[in-house]
C-alpha cells in the first residue's frame, strides 16, 4: 500500500488530492484540499504571472508539501495548466518550485489536459457518445467522445478569468457586453472544424463552474441527493438559471443559494461559455462529472495505459469491494445467482426496465454493511450504496440498488419513499420489491458462504416455481433458508416457490 498526492495547478486554483493505492491496485480518496490562488489573474502586459501570485503559489504549494510529508506520501505528482502554459515567465516559476520546494511540476499542453478530462470522465460514467466541455481559469477544452475512443479535441485560450477580464464582466454583465462575449465565443466555435458534427448527445461537463451550476439547480428543485457525479440537468433549465442572475451584480450573485462565494465574479463570464455552446450545438441534456484532469491522472497511473474501462460500473463495485477487504467469492457467487434466477424468471417479473446494473450493484455490494457492524448490516449496507461514489450508475439506479441490498435479509426495512418521491415512483418501488426477492434467495442459497450451490434452474408453472439446485454437497441448509422467503415470493409474484 502507498499514498501518493496529486497536485493540480489550474489558473484559478491549486488543488491537492491524497490518495492511497493498495497492493491489488484498488485506490481511495483519503484527503483532497483547496485553495484559490487565481495565478491566471492580473498577469503582466508581457504575458508574465504576477508576482504576488506567485508568492501565493509558492505558499500554497509549501503547505500542501508539508501535509503530504506528513501523511507520509511517497509521490507526489504535480501537472500545471493554462496559465503557467502560456506564462513568459514559465521556466522562473518552475525552476522557483523545483528549488524551494523540490517539486518538479509538469506542463501540460491544450491538447494532454483535454485527454487527461476525458480519461477521468470515461472511467467514471456510463456513456458512449458525448461533448466533453471543461471550463476553467484560463482556458476550456472541448473534447467530442463516440464509442467511448477520444475522437477530436481543442483547448481554447480562454476561461472564466480572462474572459471576466476581456469583457469587464467583474462587477456586472448588460445587454451589451453579453452580446459581445456571445458573439465572440460563436466566432471561435465556428472555428472549429469537427464542432460542427456534434449533434443529438449529451453534453458532460468538468469544472468548478458545471458544479455550480448544478449546486444552484439543486437548491431550486430540493434534489435530495449530495453526490454531483452524473448529475442530469435539461439545457433548458440551465439557461433558465443563467437568465436568472446573468445582469444580477457581484453582491447580489453572493446570495445565490449554492453558489461559490470566491466565484462569483467569473461566474457570469464562465457559465455564459456553456449557454452559448449550448445554443450553438442545439443540446439538450448537462451531465456533471464528478472527475477530471486529476482523475484521468491518477487513472493512467493505476492502469499504466491509456485505454478506458470497458466496464466501469464493475470496476467501480470491485474497487469498493476491495477497499472494504471484502473477499470478491461470495459476492460474486450471489450476483451469479441472482442474475440467473432474474433470466429464468424474467416473464413472470414483468417489469418495464433493464435492471443488470441496479441488480449487479445490490447482489455485488449486499454485505458491505459488515465492515460497520454485523447487526443491522443491511441498513449499514443500504446506506453505503446510496452514498459511495459507484460510477456507472444514474442517481436512481444508485438509490433503487440501496434499496434492494437494504431488503437482502427481511422485507422489513422501511422505505424513505417521502423523501425520494421526484426520484423513485410506485412503479420504482414494486420493481424494488420483486429484485429483492431474487437477491434474498440467492443470498440465502450461498448461506454458508462456500459456492456450495452450483447453478440453479427455474421451472415456471401456472401456480408454482421450481427452483432446482445443483450443489456440490447436501444442500440442506442452503435449501432451508432459501424457502424462507416463500412467503414474501407468494405474495409478490402469486406463486408458491419450491426449492428441491
Not at 496559465?83 to 494532454?112: C, H, P
Not at 455490494?365 to 460497520?372: K, P, S, T
Not at 452450483?454 to 456440490?472: Q, R
Amino acid at each position: 500500500m502507498k499514498k501518493i498526492g496529486i497536485i493540480d495547478i489550474g489558473s484559478n486554483s491549486i488543488r491537492l488530492v491524497i490518495v492511497q493505492i493498495n497492493k491489488d491496485k484498488s485506490f481511495r480518496l483519503v484527503d483532497e484540499l483547496k485553495e484559490s490562488v487565481r495565478l491566471g489573474k492580473d498577469m503582466t502586459e508581457n504575458g508574465e504571472l504576477n508576482p504576488t501570485r506567485i508568492d501565493n503559489a509558492i505558499y500554497t504549494l509549501a503547505f500542501f508539501k508539508r501535509l503530504c510529508i506528513i501523511q507520509n506520501i511517497t509521490e507526489i505528482l504535480a501537472v500545471a495548466t493554462e496559465a503557467v502554459r502560456k506564462a513568459t515567465n514559465q521556466i522562473e516559476f518552475l525552476n522557483r518550485v523545483k528549488l524551494e520546494l523540490s517539486i518538479n511540476i509538469r506542463v501540460l499542453t491544450g491538447i494532454e489536459e483535454a485527454y487527461y478530462d476525458y480519461f477521468g470522465a470515461v472511467n467514471s460514467m456510463d456513456f458512449s457518445d458525448a461533448l466533453i466541455i471543461d471550463i476553467g481559469g484560463s482556458s476550456t477544452e472541448l473534447i467530442f467522445v463516440k464509442n467511448r475512443q477520444l475522437e477530436s479535441s481543442i483547448s481554447l485560450p480562454f476561461g472564466a478569468i480572462n474572459l471576466t477580464e476581456k469583457f469587464s464582466l467583474q462587477k456586472t454583465m448588460n445587454a451589451e457586453s453579453e452580446i459581445a462575449i456571445k458573439e465572440f465565443l460563436v466566432s471561435l466555435y465556428k472555428d472549429i472544424p469537427w464542432l460542427k458534427n456534434v449533434k443529438n448527445v449529451p453534453i458532460i461537463g468538468i469544472g468548478g463552474t458545471i458544479r455550480n451550476i448544478a449546486k444552484l439547480h439543486k437548491k431550486e428543485t430540493n434534489y435530495p441527493i449530495d453526490n454531483l457525479n452524473n448529475y442530469r440537468i435539461p439545457t433548458s433549465e440551465v439557461i433558465t438559471i443563467y437568465d436568472k442572475f446573468k445582469f444580477k451584480d457581484a453582491s447580489q450573485r453572493k446570495k445565490l443559494k449554492g453558489l461559490s462565494k470566491e466565484r462569483t465574479d467569473i461566474f457570469v463570464g464562465a457559465t455564459t461559455v456553456l449557454v452559448t455552446l449550448i445554443e450553438y450545438l442545439s443540446l439538450e441534456e448537462l451531465h456533471i462529472s464528478g472527475s477530471g484532469l486529476r482523475d484521468g491522472f491518477l487513472y493512467e497511473y493505476i492502469f499504466n495505459n491509456k485505454k478506458p474501462l470497458i466496464d466501469v460500473l464493475d470496476f467501480s463495485i470491485k474497487n469498493n469491494l476491495l477497499n472494504y477487504e471484502i473477499d470478491l467469492q461470495h459476492p460474486e457467487h450471489v450476483w451469479m445467482l441472482t442474475e440467473t434466477l432474474y433470466n429464468e424468471l424474467s416473464s413472470i417479473i414483468n417489469i418495464p426496465i433493464n435492471p443488470y446494473k441496479i441488480l449487479k450493484t445490490a447482489a455485488m455490494l449486499h454485505d458491505i454493511g459488515i465492515v460497520i457492524s454485523y447487526n443491522d448490516h443491511h441498513k449499514h449496507s443500504s446506506y453505503m450504496i446510496a452514498n459511495s461514489k459507484i460510477n456507472g450508475l444514474t442517481h436512481k439506479e444508485q438509490l433503487m440498488a440501496s434499496y434492494i441490498a437494504a431488503l437482502h435479509r427481511k422485507n422489513e426495512f422501511k422505505l424513505n419513499s417521502k423523501l425520494y418521491q421526484n426520484l423513485i415512483t410506485q412503479q420504482d418501488l414494486d420493481t424494488i420489491d420483486k429484485l429483492s426477492i431474487l437477491l434474498r434467495i440467492s443470498e440465502n442459497l450461498d448461506r454458508c458462504v462456500n459456492g456450495n450451490i452450483k447453478m440453479i434452474s427455474c421451472n415456471i408453472e401456472l401456480d408454482t416455481v421450481t427452483i432446482t439446485v445443483d450443489a456440490i454437497t447436501d444442500p440442506i441448509l442452503e435449501v432451508i433458508a432459501a424457502t424462507d422467503c416463500a412467503s414474501s415470493f407468494k405474495k409478490t409474484f402469486n406463486k408458491k416457490l419450491i426449492i428441491i
